[in-house]
């Protein structure tokens, strides 16, 4: 049981529903009982809108499986979210084919999977990946996301490394920003996914690195979001994903504090979703677990107010010094 389970399963059917509680817990009134299904069908009426709105382009949108000869390029694809992610493309779409832009090849022995390594730390490697890329299926990709990260070991800004500052941006903030430049069609439907954390919005002590190449994605993201909105391009649309620590292999090594509030995020839940999104072509943001809602918002505090939520939830004090 965490917050998540909490806000899903009473919260949030509470705040929809409030009249079930009036009704259970006190002598109905009919002229309560009236407004709080007035507020309900209110408040289902602007969730509606919302989620129309994020869908709505000048175009219909179509499913991958609608395209003809889809291609999606996710790249880390061979382990954590990636593999995930396509593992679920698989699963989902009979023709879809994917590129895996990575360093190791794809456990997958799906002959719809095709591996292109590439160290993205390196800018010629990757504008040669690129390269390979619009060769082999031009303006076709119907699917970006842009999920390949690596951190920076666990110390304090003063002992970083130069070099590693350099790679860490490299692969996680410059790479898809080029990706996106070079390979985004022009006329065809394409959807973005861009992996960011919210530790690129919380910057925790000990991962300045890491948290700094994030944030420069996020700002990446939105402003070519924005870019695409006053153009009136809705052919292109993009996600941006805000997530907190994942059942992966990068973070491992210490014990999460506070659990309950900060829930580790299923990877494959995560993938899932994702994909939701691109079947909806739904811009925006999916921030999980529920905290990463109010990352914004608690860096927008007085400086009091803030720390003590830092200082509570021990966010700067779980990693270890590596």
Not at 240 to 259: N, R
Request: net charge neutral; with cysteine; glycine share 4%.
């Amino acid at each position: 049981m965490n917050v998540d389970n909490a806000v899903n399963w009473v919260v949030t059917p509470l705040l929809k529903y409030p009249v079930l509680v009036y009704v259970v817990f006190w002598t109905p009134n009919v002229k309560i009982s009236l407004l709080l299904i007035l507020y309900s069908v209110l408040l289902k009426i602007c969730i509606a809108l919302n989620k129309w709105y994020k869908c709505q382009g000048n175009e219909p949108w179509k499913s991958l499986e609608e395209l003809e000869n889809a291609v999606v390029l996710v790249t880390g694809g061979s382990h954590g979210l990636g593999r995930s992610i396509i593992m679920e493309l698989l699963n989902r779409y009979k023709h879809v084919k994917v590129i895996n832009l990575d360093l190791q090849k794809s456990p997958s022995a799906d002959t719809r999977v095709l591996d292109i390594q590439c160290d993205l730390m390196s800018s010629a490697a990757l504008v040669h990946c690129i390269d390979e890329i619009k060769i082999r299926y031009g303006d076709n990709l119907s699917l970006i996301v842009n999920n390949a990260g690596i951190r920076a070991p666990y110390q304090y800004l003063k002992d970083s490394n130069e070099f590693s500052i350099q790679e860490v941006f490299a692969v996680n903030a410059f790479a898809p920003t080029r990706i996106i430049q070079e390979l985004v069609p022009s006329n065809h439907q394409c959807y973005v996914v861009n992996i960011a954390s919210t530790l690129g919005v919380l910057a925790p002590a000990k991962v300045s690195t890491y948290a700094a190449s994030k944030a420069a994605l996020i700002a990446f993201h939105n402003s070519y979001s924005l870019e695409l909105s006053k153009l009136g391009i809705s052919q292109t649309r993009s996600l941006l994903v805000l997530s907190g620590q994942l059942d992966t292999e990068m973070f491992g090594g210490f014990e999460p504090p506070l659990q309950f509030f900060a829930p580790v995020v299923d990877r494959q839940k995560l993938a899932r979703d994702l994909i939701d999104c691109c079947e909806r072509g739904q811009r925006g943001e999916i921030c999980v677990p529920f905290y990463s809602n109010f990352a914004h918002l608690l860096m927008s505090l007085p400086l009091l107010p803030r720390n003590l939520v830092r200082k509570l939830s021990k966010m700067d004090d779980c990693l270890p010094q590596e």
